[in-house]
Each structure stands twice: as structure tokens, then as C-alpha cells.
């Protein structure tokens, strides 16, 4: 028996669904516990997949996978993956609980980022933070609700809320052109087309709802190995990162316990590109806007599995990997992407950070906030790179010295160990290091 959590830890994007994929070989169960449809977790396998709310799991036949209370649901991108998961034949339970993602909340996100102008988040338009703020509001429609078309109704009449949403979103100047660029397929503002458009997934998703609490238990006590798939990056969690450019849920582990009420874990694993990237605004101390992150952005494919937007691109970040593997209760390191270096003499990684004069800032210890962020001055060090490709490599010792020196440099810059090293998109393309 074991439980297994996979994290991101940077800013989303870090290969997570590949490193899901790998693990899910020894899993009974994977979950997810957080975030919506705006992740975006790509798999290799004998297809590629782009699964956005779904765990990786599905595409396994026989896998149980499950998507727990913490996660908001949108049912348009939810039923797509679970014709998928029943093409592979895999087995998917949906928490009663789990808040709705409704067309309404898109449009809000949409017409928040609009208004903001030069403030936007550079949210993933999604209605991620909108569906939040109704979960801890305590009001909106689940998935339970989908029993009937009554209780739909009445979650989105009960004291106005429907009503509310589409006075802010009007408020906001959300326009039908908004609504085509969202690719929405109804009128988000109509409460007529809302109620029918939730009940048209009803018989997809009905038959799928389960307690899940109960369900990752009693797998836990019976000894199945239970794997959980984090969505998004520590550096964007809601309590951890830096506000306001994160997004709107928990991407740690207090997110598994929060909302599954699990606190023993055997493995922890934090994933994290061999460089960095980013989405959407916000400070990013190791940001390459020169010749060599575009190098990055196109060797590396780093446009947005969800939105298409290209990734900011930079040096690997040890101060930042370090704060995010503190707050996020990781034990050991899968590094991604490590076949995107190659060919680069002299690799820049930033070892630490200078603060208004205090040279070494721990991040270790300190807090990490969006304006500690903008001030913060990257102290590089150069690391020799190699020049031969990695995908074919199969074992650790295989890989070019100055490749494994540049494994070493990030576990003595973190402090934690790093147990797999990702070559390429490909299933197989993983190793494992003692
Ligand atoms: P939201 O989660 O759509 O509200 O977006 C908030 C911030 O998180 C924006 O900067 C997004 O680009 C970023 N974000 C959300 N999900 C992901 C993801 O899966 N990968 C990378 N960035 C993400």
C-alpha cells in the first residue's frame, strides 16, 4: 500500500501528467483533489492526450480515477474526457460535491480580465476564481444537483445568485462577442439555457457520482496504492504564491488533506521543469526575454496546453524551487524536460537572491511575496551543458556528467533528492535515480 502525491513546483506546466502517467503504472486509484479545467496535463502514450479535468488515469484500462470535492467542474469539458476514459475502459467517480463551473462564470472571468486592462491576471478564462468564490460563498450549483433538473434550478435561484452573477458580468461590459471568443455554445446570461445546458450532461455524468472521501479511504485502508495528481504550481497556489497573480485554489499538500481529509503520505513528489516558464502576468525574477528564451519556447514546445498562449521562458530558479518545495511538503524531485538543454554550453541557473542588499535571501525560511518577488535581484552561477541528446538514455549513469552535475547542482540548491529525470514526451523516455 501506498499514497503518492505529485505536485507542480513552479508555475504550472511542469510535465506533471507525464510523471502521473509513469507512477499510474504501480496505482490502483489516482485522484484529483484541486483546481478545473484550466490545466492542461499532457500524456504520451500509445496516443497523446490533452486531459484537463479528468485525472491522467483514464487513459489506463481498469484504472479507478477520481475527482474529488476540491476540484470545480466544468460538465462541457468533464463529459468529453468521460467518453474518453470509457473508450479506454477505465472507471470514474465525480464527488456529489464538487462545485459546477457554469457558462456564467466564464463569462465573468472574461469580462473581469477585460476590465482590467493592464491589471489582468492573464487568468486561463476558464471561471476558475469565479466558481471558487461561489464554493466558499456557500452558494451555486454541484455536481449532485445533476439528479434533477429541479435541484439545478433551484441551486442557481436560491437568494438571487444566478441573478447576481449576470448583473456583475453585465456590469463589467461583457459582450457576445466575449461569449465567441470563449467559444460558448449558449446565451452564459440566460438562466433558461444555463439549467438546460447543465441537465444535457446529466446522464453522462450522474451515473458517475460517488462519495469520494469515502472511496479514497476505504481504498487507503485496504491497502491500494493511491496516487494523487495535483493540478497547476506551488508558485501559483492561493495561499503561497504571489498574489494577485495566482490562481484560485491550493496546489499543496495541505490541498490533498483539506479536502480529502488524508495526512499520512509515503511519497511526495514535486515536479519541476529544468528551467523555468511561466503563463499569464506576474514577477519572474529568471525571465529570459532575449534570443535564448525563444530558443526555449520553441525547442522546448512551451505554448499552453489549454489556451495555446506562449510560455514566458527562463533559467532555472533554486531560490524559488526551494521556497515552493518548503511550503508544498515535497520529499523528492522528478526534473522534466532535461532534453531541452542539450546543445547549450553554458547552462545559467539562479542559486540564489539578492534583496535590497542582503545577499543571500533564504528562501528556504522566508516568505516568498509577489513584492519580495519584483525586487528580488537573481544571483546566476553557469553550469557546463553537453551536447548529446538525451531521449534515447535509459539509465542514470548514461547521462553526460555535466548533465548529472547539473542534477546535483538543484539537489544541493533545494536540499531535496531527485528521483526521475524526464528525456523526452515519450512513456518510456523516464529514469529513475538511486
Ligand atoms: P486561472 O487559474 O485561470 O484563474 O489563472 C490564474 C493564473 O494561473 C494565470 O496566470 C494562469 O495563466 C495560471 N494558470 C492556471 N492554470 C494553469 C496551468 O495549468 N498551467 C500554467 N498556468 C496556469
Known sequence: MSTTVVLGTQWGDEGKGKVVDFLAEHADVVVRFNGGA?????????ESYALHLLPCGIIRSGMVNIVGPGVVFDPSVGAHELDLAQQCGSLVFLDHSTPIVLPVHRALDAAREAAAGEGAIGTTQRGIAPAYSDFWLRRGAKLGDLCSPKAVRQALEENGYFDELVAVTRHLGFTPQMA???????DPLSLEETVAWCVQFASKIVPCLADTRSLVRRAISTGKNVLFEGAQGILLDAFHGFRPYVTSSSCTLASVSQTFGVYQFDHVVGVAKAYSTRVGAGPFPTERSDSFGQFLRERGNEFGTTTGRPRRCGDLDLPALKYACRVGGITKLAITKLDVLTGIDDLTVCKAYEVHGESDFDSGSRTLTETVLRQVRPRPMTCPGWTQELGGLRTYAELPLTARRYISQ??????????????????????WKD
Not at 180 to 185: C, K, N, Q, Y
Open 410 to 431: 538543484i539537489e544541493s540548491g533545494v536540499g531535496i533528492p531527485v528521483r526521475f529525470v524526464s528525456v523526452g514526451p515519450e512513456r518510456e523516455q523516464i529514469i
Open 180 to 186: 465567441v471568443a470563449l467559444g460558448l455554445s449558449i
Open 38 to 46: 484550466n490545466a492542461g496535463h499532457r500524456v504520451v502514450a500509445e
